[in-house]
């Protein structure tokens, strides 16, 4: 499942039913794992926004993020976020991909995790840019635990390169 795609989808309260929001991004730390979910924000300028934990996620889907009730929501600065997939000043996505010898793979465009693994990120779907995107598709990196999140990359090890592969996903969109 692509993070990309839970973006924008319902968090209920399963003990009373109720929509608490919407999930507008996912809060990771640097070993590759999700540690919580954003929801959108009511404020626009306040630096505070409301965030849940993994750990008080029951399930999550194609549809909707189920919590357990509404204590799970927290408010958190935003500044204290390590790191996110889509927003902030610490982002994965967009970033450059770059092995050890200074080979430039592309820039992350989405970010994989199986449910049966849980809440750690399994691999990165890797742009070169939209005209080889539509010609070739992108590419994805299975992730490894030699891979570091940078400031301003992400890098890999040597031969990673040769580890790209086409997802069928992108395959069958083509």
């Keep these: 499942m692509k993070l ?4 924008g989808i319902s968090v209920f309260d399963v003990e009373v039913g109720k929509e608490i929001g919407k999930v507008c991004d996912f809060i990771l ?3 590759w794992t ?6 959108e924000r009511k404020a626009l300028f306040s630096n505070m926004v409301n965030t849940i934990d993994w750990n008080d996620i029951v399930a999550y889907g194609e549809d909707a993020v ?3 009730n509404q204590q799970a929501v927290r408010k958190t600065k935003a500044d204290n976020i390590q790191f996110t997939y889509s927003l902030g000043k610490n982002k994965l996505k ?3 991909v770059i092995t050890e010898e200074g080979l430039i793979l592309g820039r992350i465009s989405d970010v994989y995790i199986d449910q049966e693994v849980g809440n750690t990120i399994v691999g990165l779907e890797i742009s070169d840019g939209f005209v080889t995107d539509i010609i070739e598709g992108r590419k994805w990196l299975p992730c490894t635990s030699d891979m570091v999140v940078g ?3 992400i890098i890999v090890p040597p031969m990673s390169e040769e580890r790209l592969i086409k997802p069928l996903i992108l395959e069958a969109d083509r």
């Design 66 to 68: 189920m919590i357990r």
């Design 34 to 39: 999700i540690v919580g979910c954003e929801l």
């Design 29 to 31: 730390d640097a070993h």
């Design 94 to 96: 967009d970033l450059p």
């Design 4 to 7: 990309q795609e839970m973006i």
């Design 151 to 153: 400031e301003d990359a």
